[in-house]
């Protein structure tokens, strides 16, 4: 899909002094602000951006200061994975 957006020109010299294409700065914030509101997640961030790895998808999110969620639930299968791994 394709959106365009109008700005006015004195808003994008502002942020074109930023030395990165204006659609692509616009992009990005998007896919920040879709995440940390739970929208998204990592993968749909990775799809949206281009990113060919899980981990340049986080490096990318950490440098934004957003960072997957991680809940009990996360924890608690964390957990189950280790004593299976430590049992073994």
Do not use: C
């Not at 700065?25 to 990775?46: C, D, H, K, T, Y």
């Not at 998808?57 to 440098?63: P, R, V, Y």
């Amino acid at each position: 899909m394709t959106v365009t957006l109008e700005i006015p020109e004195s808003v994008a010299a502002v942020l074109q002094g930023e030395g990165r294409e204006l659609s692509r700065q616009a992009l990005e914030s998007w896919a920040v602000e879709a995440f940390r509101s739970g929208q998204i997640g990592s993968p749909q961030v990775m799809e949206m951006l281009g990113f060919q790895s899980r981990i340049e998808t986080e490096a990318f999110l950490g440098k934004h200061k957003v960072w997957p969620r991680y809940g009990v639930k996360e924890l608690e299968e964390d957990l189950a994975t280790l004593k299976k791994l430590s049992a073994s």
